[in-house]
């Protein structure tokens, strides 16, 4: 095992959204609270000498890497604090990378003790591609990476199209998982159906036409290198609350950067990942027998509402909360401190 960081510290921690996390000098149009809350944070984070206690044990390492059994390189980023006695493991969504984390760091500053861990899956953003890949080789991914660190207990966040990796993991590793929160999540197609959900039609399109998804991802790619910061007409579709948490640049540069990052090793792997979702995948949902709690969006147009109620239905010990007005990012940022409170709902 082999672990080590591959990416400096930024001069301030960013997130998916900006808002929360972004240098207010960067966005003039921040509002007094998101001015605020960056202070918070970024006191925390990097003036651990100035706070006494539990806030200057408050790290952020953006990429780490660990060498696997089979010579892959597994990326992490970790925050809070390093030696939390509450190790929470986040999977993020598609396409997406480790980075999707940080923004819970607002609400991860009022939870002491708590270790936020994000890992990229294979072929994403910096850690090594798996051919043979799957939700239950990840989850055996998980195994080594959490006994090679110490990690005994854990609680895990999947977001849309990582709720699969999150859930196969609880099932895999019953005697590990505490609990787990899914946010916004995608459920398997052939139960839940595919209407109402852009997310369903995309990986539909990922396994049926592979080859015109690389090209529209990787066009993608190649549009928010080039101008991070712009309006795309997706937006225009969108409901209120997720127009509003891409409303400024400072908001969709950080957004463009998590997206530039998950493809920095091509597009290969986000078009499997998408084909992997666009297969059978419910029928060992009823195996995951640990406390799960499903949050999402009432105006989520990604992954529709119908999604979270088939999974509250197939999990035998899952509970759904809905909430009005929120989309598919918006609930992410807006209800940041939900999630990581349903996570830790089994702390002891």
């Not at 990690?151 to 609990?179: C, D, H, N, W």
């Not at 948490?245 to 998408?274: F, K, N, P, W, Y």
């Not at 059978?280 to 109620?309: F, N, Q, Y």
Request: glycine share 8%; with cysteine; hydrophobic share 40%.
């Amino acid at each position: 095992m082999f672990v080590r960081d591959i990416l400096p510290r930024p001069a301030f921690p960013s997130s998916p959204h900006g808002r929360r996390l972004m240098n207010p000098r960067h966005d003039r149009d921040v509002g007094l609270q998101g001015i605020l809350i960056s202070l918070v944070v970024t006191l925390l984070v990097f003036a651990g000498s100035a706070f006494p206690g539990e806030a200057s044990s408050f790290v952020t390492h953006r990429c780490r890497q660990m060498t696997l059994p089979d010579g892959r390189r597994l990326a992490y980023a970790e925050y809070g604090d390093p030696a939390g006695t509450h190790v929470v493991l986040y999977h993020h969504g598609m396409p997406s990378c480790r980075l999707e984390a940080e923004r819970l760091l607002c609400a991860l500053s009022q939870h002491p003790g708590v270790r936020l861990i994000a890992l990229d899956r294979p072929g994403i953003g910096r850690s090594d591609p798996d051919c043979c890949g799957d939700f239950h080789s990840w989850a055996r991914d998980v195994k080594f990476f959490t006994t090679a660190l110490g990690i005994q207990k854990f609680s895990l966040i999947g977001v849309s199209g990582g709720t699969p990796y999150a859930l196969a993991t609880a099932r895999m590793l019953p005697e590990s998982v505490i609990a787990v929160a899914l946010a916004c999540p995608i459920a398997p197609i052939e139960g839940a159906g595919r209407g109402g959900s852009e997310g369903a039609q995309n990986v539909l399109f990922a396994e049926r036409h592979p080859f015109l998804a690389r090209l529209a991802v990787h066009a993608q790619r190649r549009a928010l290198q080039r101008r991070p910061e712009r309006r795309t007409l997706s937006m225009l579709t969108m409901p209120p609350a997720d127009r509003a948490v891409l409303s400024s640049a400072a908001d969709r540069r950080a957004h463009a950067e998590i997206i530039v990052e998950a493809m920095c090793q091509g597009t290969h792997s986000i078009i499997r990942a998408g084909q992997l979702l666009a297969q059978p995948w419910s029928c060992w949902l009823p195996e995951v027998r640990c406390k799960v709690t499903i949050l999402h969006g009432c105006e989520d147009r990604i992954t529709s509402p119908r999604m979270a109620a088939y999974l509250a239905s197939v999990l035998p010990n899952s509970e759904v909360r809905f909430y009005p007005g929120q989309g598919h990012p918006s609930l992410v940022v807006n209800c940041s401190a939900d999630i990581l409170r349903a996570a830790l709902a089994g702390k002891e």
